[in-house]
């Protein structure tokens, strides 16, 4: 979604002006083409020449230099942009976009543009809890603004607290937030579900499967891309949640049923991507369970079925993962469920399934009709899928 786009990138006065080598380094390796605007006091932390040979494009600093193309047409950075992101934002900056001046670069392109706008704030922390700095960012804010951050943690002075440019990973998935904003999924609340079930056995012990969350995880990353708003159910709360991606973590079948359930009142679509247990122990011991001389076996009893449970005009949408009979048992699974679409994942293909960085689908409609898609990235299995459930939508 960043390929082919103009992104113009403000980097401003901030120690954290660095970082933005890095974005620009991401934005430019995703297909972008990336327009860096530079304050005079970035220039001071940071070489044009630096963000110069990242992009591969000139940087602009002098909005009166006759020899860039500004000289011609000073707001045609703004008109071409698809989205600005300044990243660092200092506190002179936000000050003066709060005010609407256009002395700079910088700040000339935000005022002039029709593009989204992302301001990523990073300062010491007195400076971001000062009165003037927070009535600049809720007046930002208030103007429509994408205010990302700051983060929390160790500050370039060596005190802790909110101040910190946030990781380059956050600020691309409010990029493709922002330029998503108004795709096909947009107006959708979207309920994803990630990772394998944990069913404890005793305090230290439990009972789960080989799911990554992967494929969640870019499942709720291309809604969000495509314009939804979701929450992701998901077992790995270890990993990173998508920059704004409501994230509801749960650990046992039960605690995922209660949290879906919460979670689809009023939503338009939920995806199964979790691989749920189908049994947990029949007992939990209070206690760690110690070892001893005899052999020991398992009671399992069944878990509840929650799918069932989903009740309404949502579209579900299920993911099947076998090692055998894998369209018998899809189909089957698609009727006993209810569900309009599944993705039968074939565990045994190179490639496929739990921890992979690809997959390899085939979606099977109510009808029964198959297609089959190719082994692609996660993200792009996810949007294949996505496909398929944007025209249902319009029949619901
Ligand atoms: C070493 C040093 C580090 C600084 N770091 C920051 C910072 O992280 N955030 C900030 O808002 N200002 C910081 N400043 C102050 C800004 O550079 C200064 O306010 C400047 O006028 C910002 O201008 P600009 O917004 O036009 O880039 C720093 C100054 C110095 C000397």
Not at 138 to 163: D, H, K, N, Q
Not at 234 to 250: D, F, H, I, K, W
Not at 334 to 359: M, Q, V, Y
């Amino acid at each position: 979604m960043l390929n082919g786009r103009f992104i113009a990138l403000g980097v401003t006065g901030s120690i954290a002006a660095y970082k933005a080598a890095d974005l620009a380094s991401k934005l430019t390796q995703a297909g972008a083409s990336i327009d860096v605007l530079m304050t005079e006091s970035a220039t001071r932390f940071i070489t044009p020449l630096t963000l110069r040979s990242i992009t591969g494009r000139p940087v602009f600093i002098d909005m009166f230099d006759p020899g860039t193309e500004m000289a011609e047409e000073h707001v045609e950075i703004a008109r071409r942009a698809s989205a600005v992101i300044v990243a660092p934002a200092s506190a002179t900056t936000i000050a003066r976009l709060a005010h609407g001046l256009a002395g700079d670069m910088v700040s000339l392109t935000v005022l002039a543009t029709e593009a989204p706008v992302l301001i990523a704030p990073a300062m010491d922390g007195q400076m971001f809890e000062d009165e003037a700095t927070q009535a600049n960012l809720a007046a930002l804010r208030e103007r429509g603004y994408i205010v990302i951050g700051p983060a929390e943690g160790r500050l370039a002075s060596g005190r802790t607290g909110p101040g910190r440019l946030v990781e380059t990973e956050t600020l691309l998935g409010a990029l493709k937030q922002a330029l998503g904003r108004d795709g096909d999924f947009s107006g959708r609340r979207v309920v994803v579900t990630a990772g394998g079930t944990r069913e404890p056995l005793d305090p230290v012990r439990f009972i789960s499967n080989y799911s990554s969350g992967k494929m969640g995880y870019a499942l709720a990353e291309a809604a969000r891309d495509r314009g939804a708003d979701v929450t992701l159910v998901s077992t790995v709360t270890a990993r990173p949640c998508p920059y704004g991606v409501r994230l509801v973590g749960v650990e046992t079948v039960a605690e995922m049923r209660e949290a879906v359930l919460a979670a689809c009142d009023g939503a338009h679509a939920l995806i199964m991507a979790a691989a749920v247990s189908d049994y947990r122990p029949a007992e939990r011991a209070g206690r760690k369970v110690k070892k001893g001389p005899q052999e020991k076996s398992l009671a399992l009893e069944k878990t509840d079925d929650f799918l069932l449970e989903v009740k309404g005009s949502i579209i579900k949408v299920g993911f099947a993962a076998e090692t055998d009979n894998l369209l018998e048992n899809a189909r089957a699974k698609l009727k006993a469920k209810g569900l309009h679409l599944i993705a039968a994942n074939d565990l045994t293909a190179p490639g496929s399934g739990f921890g992979t960085e690809t997959n390899q689908i085939s979606i099977i409609d109510a009808a029964g009709e198959v297609e089959e898609v190719p082994l692609l990235s996660k993200y792009d299995a996810a949007n294949r899928l996505l496909d398929r459930v944007a025209p249902l939508f319009e029949k619901g």
